[in-house]
């Protein structure tokens, strides 16, 4: 049974396509192209500096919390709320001291089944005075695979992302937004991120 509309999921997949295509050309070293440097020589040398330079980070998931307001106490019942899995990934401190990561990670979605999440992530960090304590903000741009949308064919995704902890181990919040109606969305995944 398809939850989303044949237009509804035409806009949604045009909009992360146009908000992740916004994100590339938006950052300045980017931007900045010249004859022998382009964007996607950008885009490469980014990734191969966090795989090589980046340490490694375990990623443990166990938390999506659905909307009160936004599903029926009936659909709330059939939610799987305990969103257990794991991941890997490499994170980097950059420049500008702020955390840039890639990770692959698997959860159990909502409805108890697989759910395949593939790419980056950018946090600007702030030091809290006079503890080890740090907190981010920042985005996820990624590809994701779900029973339940595109018959697990991977779609785009952008989403928001925060954190709360030291710079090796972090409690971290993404959150979906509500779609449309009742049942659709509004969800906070609570995990961790522990840099090896």
């Known amino acids: 049974m398809r939850t989303l509309t044949y237009a509804f999921t035409r806009r949604l997949l045009l909009g992360n396509l146009l908000f992740l295509t916004a994100i590339v050309f938006s950052n300045s070293a980017m931007a900045q192209e010249s004859d022998e440097f382009s964007w996607w020589q950008s885009v490469k040398n980014r990734v191969d500096n966090i795989v090589d330079n980046g340490e490694g980070a375990l990623y443990v998931s166990g938390l999506a919390h659905h909307g009160r307001h936004t599903y029926t106490a009936e659909k709330l019942a059939q939610l799987n709320e305990h969103a257990w899995g794991l991941g890997y990934g490499k994170t980097l401190r950059n420049d500008s001291g702020n955390d840039e990561s890639l990770y692959a990670f698997v959860i ?44 697990s064919v991977p779609f785009p995704v952008a989403l928001p992302v925060a954190s709360i902890g030291t710079k090796r181990v972090k409690l971290m919040f993404s959150y979906v937004p509500r779609f449309s109606g009742k049942n659709n969305g509004d969800v906070l995944l609570v995990f961790g991120r522990i840099e090896l």
Request: glycine share 10%.
């Open 108 to 151: 159990k979605d909502s409805h108890d089944h697989p759910q395949y999440m593939a790419g980056y992530a950018y946090e600007w960090v702030y030091q809290i005075p006079h503890t080890p304590l740090e907190l981010g903000g920042g985005y996820t741009a990624m590809l994701m695979s779900r029973q339940d949308y595109f018959d």
